[in-house]
């Protein structure tokens, strides 16, 4: 089992930044890719970015340029740095992981562990 615990939501205003943070235990952190995905009000889950176990990060279009993802291993913590913020970025966000694989996922269905999210809201 990997248990997942996110911090750092809030409420910023738009062109703000926000740092988000998920904290992993119960397994080998290096083993693992984390994922950020985002559920907006009456939206699905959809993928945010992505860190493969060596590193390797992956965003979405929507948060190409304006969004960073990084890990510390030593920490075994996932970060997602939010820069210049739109209320379209209103959402919860969730951390999640899986096994590594060379292939980063973008569906849900393909992370076993997820957190219980942290709210981010955005006004305009």
């Known amino acids: 089992q990997v248990q997942l615990v996110e911090s750092g939501g809030g409420l910023v205003q738009a062109g703000g930044s926000l740092r988000l943070s998920c904290a992993a235990s119960g397994r080998t952190f290096t083993d693992y890719n984390m994922v950020w995905f985002r559920q907006g009000p009456g939206n699905e889950r959809e993928f945010v970015a992505a860190v493969r176990w060596d590193g390797a990060p992956a965003y979405a279009d929507s948060v190409k340029g304006r969004f960073t993802i990084s890990r510390d291993n030593l920490k075994n913590t996932v970060y997602l740095i939010m820069n210049g913020l739109k209320p379209e970025d209103t959402a919860i966000y969730y951390c999640?992981?899986?096994?590594?694989?060379?292939?980063?996922?973008?569906?849900?269905?393909?992370?076993?562990?997820w957190g219980q999210g942290t709210q981010v809201t955005v006004s305009s």
């Open positions: 999640a992981a899986a096994p590594g694989r060379l292939q980063i996922g973008v569906r849900a269905v393909e992370y076993d562990y």
